[in-house]
């Protein structure tokens, strides 16, 4: 060990002493810190950087009022100051927290592109035809010094399904043992509408889907646990750095008017109707690289809309898929060392079609409260910035990752990272909603009230849809009275009975789905509340989508009970549809306007307080270390699954060719901003995912020898379309798309596509097609 010392002394009242300790070499490596701690007297600023081969620089600064003797003998004997510093840093040593283990890692989850339907707008034409992009789920995990561990995933999906989490855990505790369990792992949907489904494990949100899909669940499964897998097998010691933007033009309040019947000085205290803060969590090792980054922004995954057939991952996707090109350079999509998310907030009454609703044909204004329009003049339809559905997905996923980038880059105006430091805790509980009963606020009338809630319940403005994909027959936003039409087609299925009308009133009730029991479980009624700790930030994680006034209170409400029973002021994030989907939640008094948030506000007019009272207890209990009891666990209906999806029979092509057979080869040359078309007589996709694999690749020449992969079916700038051109004799054929984009780099190309046929007399044998060769050229 050596020391330099040097003083300064400038004459007056104050002087600066440097101190550098060079090289201090340990090993294993020591923590890495970087603390400012402020007295009267002085100020001490202590950074210690650790280097892969652990050699140590520390630079020690004090700056104090200097006592009249040192200001008399600026030449004092520079080892008492050395000494009086060491005592000093021994209390910093003191002081410090330890470093976390932090790990990112990301899997493909793309279920079965082709016919199957997607799920999110529960339009049973909205059947898969192809991919624009591949889906992904993301993980992170971080672990403090005690082996407390907490894992979070955000995928690709339009919400999250106990069902999957429950095999997710089971196929990490094959191999981890306990190490990952129900309370540390929690896995959020982003909330895209253009991803297959058939995961839930519930009627109501299967039956678009035409009931449980194996594939997309089998699928989504693994990739789930693989993401976590990955994310574990990458654990280095690291930093976690928390940071925020305010990110404008991105979403809008789809249902103003149920937002305006909160409470006027609450509004005040907001400037927007929805928020417009991305919250960004970054994972660092430390050398300070960079590991990954995880961002919160409340919208709607709906850019695209229920007319799309393609599988996508939607506004946030792309944004993720952006944010991971800039730190991957060189890598195709989903592959490389840095993963980018953006996950689900509180979204329920957001959407990102900025543009507002219009009547689809006379261009007028919808009515505010029905978001109705007057005969012949259309839907009524939200729309967003750009000329098309796929434009205005690319124009708000550019502008989460400029925001996110922003956070990222250090040198960046909007870069505000501070550390995240402290213990990192757990908890969470299975709540049984229709048999809770408690006490809440009421701020209607300002009064203290019992709470309970209801059985799970459908109202009629649930099947107005919302301006985002509106529904069917003649429902309205805001129905507040029933019709006895519906009512006899309600009772067909289930009876709600007179308490069941009376527990979720304003709300006419459409579907009495707590009271359907066949074939089995419509709705859950067994919900997953969960909180994750990492320092002084909470992760929220809700079963469902809460509307903006709804996540505000919340996130007030456990930033004010952690206060309260731990001293501690903490950044509260909320991470919606997260373990199991319950639809939504709104505020009291946004009930009352029964809209389609409110409407699908299952478990009645309560629904919120209760969250706020459960979510209230365990932060309190997560703040003092104290456990709970884990409540009734959701049902295991695994074995009771039904559906009405068919396998692939077989494959067939026309006589005079085969599979992977070039139909349209591309022209012989291209420009950019051109569009390359070319068409393979091919097998049915669902016979090969090709998960973390590709379909097809668009290849760059390199010499005579090599070709080099430059986009695959990941990619923004491809398509990949599927048809059936003979039903009965299985023929179909692929058609692949490649928008040649300005950073496209010129010269000669060709498409590879990789597939699989099933054979008629049984097995599953691969193929293969390659176009002719094609130059791009410059502009």
């Known amino acids: 060990m050596r020391m330099v010392l040097s003083?300064?002394?400038?004459?007056?009242?104050?002087?600066?002493?440097?101190?550098?300790?060079?090289?201090?070499?340990?090993?294993?490596?020591?923590?890495?810190?970087?603390?400012?701690?402020?007295?009267?007297?002085?100020?001490?600023?202590?950074?210690?950087?650790?280097?892969?081969?652990?050699?140590?620089?520390?630079?020690?600064?004090?700056?104090?009022?200097?006592?009249?003797?040192?200001?008399?003998?600026?030449?004092?004997?520079?080892?008492?100051?050395?000494?009086?510093?060491?005592?000093?840093?021994?209390?910093?040593?003191?002081?410090?927290?330890?470093?976390?283990?932090?790990?990112?890692?990301?899997a493909d989850i793309t279920g079965p592109p082709v016919e199957i339907n997607f799920m999110g707008?529960?339009?049973?034409?909205?059947?898969?035809?192809?991919?624009?992009?591949?889906?992904?789920?993301?993980?992170?995990?971080?672990?403090?010094?005690?082996?407390?561990?907490?894992?979070?995933?955000?995928?690709?999906?339009?919400?999250?399904?106990?069902?999957?989490?429950?095999?997710?855990?089971?196929?990490?505790?094959?191999?981890?043992?306990?190490?990952?369990?129900?309370?540390?792992?929690?896995?959020?949907?982003?909330?895209?509408?253009?991803?297959?489904?058939?995961?839930?494990?519930?009627?109501?949100?299967?039956?678009?889907?035409?009931?449980?899909?194996?594939?997309?669940?089998?699928?989504?499964?693994?990739?789930?646990?693989?993401?976590?897998?990955?994310?574990?097998?990458?654990?280095?010691?690291?930093?976690?750095?928390?940071?925020?933007?305010?990110?404008?033009?991105?979403?809008?309040?789809?249902?103003?008017?149920?937002?305006?019947?909160?409470?006027?000085?609450?509004?005040?205290?907001?400037?927007?109707?929805?928020?417009?803060?991305?919250?960004?969590?970054?994972f660092v090792d430390v050398e300070n690289n960079l590991l990954g980054a995880f961002n919160w922004y409340a919208v709607h995954a709906t850019s695209m809309n229920n007319t799309n057939r393609l599988v996508t991952s939607d506004n946030v996707g792309y944004a993720a898929l952006l944010l991971e090109?800039?730190?991957?350079?060189?890598?195709?999509?989903?592959?490389?060392?840095?993963?980018?998310?953006?996950?689900?907030?509180?979204?329920?009454?957001?959407?990102?079609?900025?543009?507002?609703?219009?009547?689809s044909i006379s261009g007028n204004e919808c009515d505010l409260l029905t978001s109705r329009c007057p005969a012949g003049e259309g839907d009524c339809f939200a729309s967003g910035p750009g000329k098309d559905?796929?434009?205005?997905?690319?124009?708000?996923?550019?502008?989460?990752?400029?925001?996110?980038?922003?956070?990222?880059?250090?040198?960046?105006?909007?870069?505000?990272?501070?550390?995240?430091?402290?213990?990192?805790?757990?908890?969470h509980q299975f709540v049984d909603m229709p048999n809770y009963n408690g006490t809440a606020y009421n701020p209607l009338s300002r009064k203290i009230d019992k709470i309970r809630g209801c059985q799970p319940a459908m109202g009629y403005s649930f099947a107005a849809g919302t301006t985002d994909g509106p529904g069917a027959f003649s429902f309205a936003q805001g129905t507040t009275t029933d019709n006895p039409m519906w009512n006899f087609v309600r009772d067909f299925i289930a009876t709600p009975t007179q308490e069941d009308i009376k527990c979720h009133e304003p709300k006419p009730i459409l579907l009495a789905t707590g009271r359907a029991t066949f074939p089995y479980e419509w709705q859950p009624k067994i919900v997953s509340d969960q909180l994750l700790k990492i320092g002084d930030?909470?992760?929220?994680?809700?079963?469902?989508?809460?509307?903006?006034?709804?996540?505000?209170?919340?996130?007030?409400?456990?930033?004010?009970?952690?206060?309260?029973?731990?001293?501690?002021?903490?950044?509260?994030?909320?991470?919606?549809?997260?373990?199991?989907?319950?639809?939504?939640?709104?505020?009291?008094?946004?009930?009352?306007?029964?809209?389609?948030?409110?409407?699908?506000?299952?478990?009645?007019?309560?629904?919120?307080?209760?969250?706020?009272?459960?979510?209230?207890?365990?932060?309190?209990?997560?703040?003092?270390?104290?456990?709970?009891?884990?409540?009734?666990?959701?049902?295991?209906?695994?074995?009771?699954?039904?559906?009405?999806?068919?396998?692939?029979?077989?494959?067939?092509?026309?006589?005079?060719?085969?599979?992977g057979y070039v139909k349209t080869q591309p022209n012989k040359e291209y420009g950019i901003n051109d569009t390359v078309k070319v068409t393979y007589i091919s097998g049915n996709p669902r016979n090969n995912l090709f998960t973390e694999k590709t379909y097809f690749t668009v290849e760059r020449k390199i010499n005579e020898d090599r070709w080099k992969v430059a986009y695959t079916d990941a990619s923004w700038e491809t398509k990949m379309i599927w048809h059936r051109t003979n039903t009965i004799l299985g023929f179909s054929e692929l058609e692949i798309y490649w928008n040649i984009s300005p950073q496209t780099l010129p010269g000669v190309y060709r498409i590879r596509h990789s597939g699989e046929y099933k054979y008629i007399l049984g097995g599953k044998y691969p193929y293969e097609g390659l176009s002719h060769s094609f130059t791009v050229n410059e502009d």
Not at 235 to 257: A, C, E, H, M
Not at 538 to 559: D, K, S, Y
Not at 599 to 610: N, V, Y
């Open 537 to 659: 930030v909470i992760i929220a994680a809700v079963p469902c989508e809460f509307t903006t006034m709804a996540g505000r209170r919340l996130r007030n409400q456990i930033r004010a009970a952690a206060s309260a029973a731990g001293g501690l002021d903490t950044e509260v994030i909320i991470a919606g549809l997260t373990n199991i989907y319950t639809s939504y939640t709104v505020t009291p008094e946004e009930y009352q306007a029964q809209r389609y948030e409110a409407a699908s506000t299952i478990f009645g007019p309560h629904t919120h307080s209760i969250y706020m009272d459960v979510f209230e207890r365990l932060t309190k209990a997560l703040m003092r270390n104290e456990t709970v009891e884990p409540g009734p666990s959701p049902p295991y209906m695994n074995d009771v699954m039904l559906s009405l999806n068919t396998g692939v029979l077989f494959d067939g092509h026309p006589i005079n060719t085969d599979f």
């Open 325 to 359: 090109k800039e730190y991957n350079p060189n890598k195709m999509p989903g592959k490389g060392k840095f993963v980018g998310a953006f996950c689900s907030s509180n979204l329920g009454d957001v959407s990102p079609n900025i543009m507002g609703p219009k009547c």
């Open 389 to 427: 559905m796929v434009e205005s997905t690319q124009i708000l996923g550019q502008r989460l990752a400029d925001a996110a980038l922003g956070l990222l880059n250090e040198q960046s105006q909007e870069s505000t990272a501070r550390e995240v430091t402290g213990d990192v805790r757990f908890i």
């Open 121 to 282: 707008y529960a339009n049973i034409k909205q059947v898969g035809r192809g991919i624009h992009t591949r889906v992904f789920a993301r993980a992170f995990v971080v672990e403090d010094e005690k082996g407390n561990r907490v894992a979070f995933v955000s995928a690709d999906a339009g919400m999250m399904g106990y069902g999957l989490k429950r095999e997710v855990i089971k196929r990490l505790q094959a191999r981890y043992g306990n190490l990952y369990h129900t309370d540390n792992v929690a896995i959020s949907g982003t909330h895209t509408h253009g991803a297959p489904g058939g995961f839930l494990m519930h009627l109501l949100y299967d039956i678009s889907i035409l009931g449980f899909v194996p594939q997309t669940f089998e699928v989504m499964a693994q990739g789930l646990y693989l993401c976590i897998k990955r994310a574990t097998d990458n654990l280095v010691d690291g930093r976690v750095f928390l940071s925020k933007t305010t990110v404008l033009n991105v979403n809008i309040n789809r249902s103003p008017s149920s937002y305006l019947r909160n409470p006027e000085e609450e509004r005040a205290q907001y400037e927007h109707d929805t928020d417009k803060t991305l919250t960004q969590l970054r």
């Open 7 to 106: 003083a300064k002394c400038i004459k007056g009242s104050s002087t600066e002493i440097f101190c550098n300790l060079l090289n201090w070499r340990v090993c294993p490596p020591l923590i890495s810190v970087w603390r400012r701690v402020s007295k009267r007297y002085f100020c001490i600023w202590l950074s210690i950087s650790s280097s892969r081969c652990f050699s140590l620089s520390l630079s020690l600064s004090l700056s104090f009022s200097v006592p009249k003797f040192l200001a008399v003998h600026p030449t004092m004997d520079i080892s008492k100051i050395a000494f009086l510093a060491f005592i000093a840093l021994s209390g910093l040593c003191g002081l410090a927290n330890a470093t976390y283990k932090v790990g990112v890692g990301r």
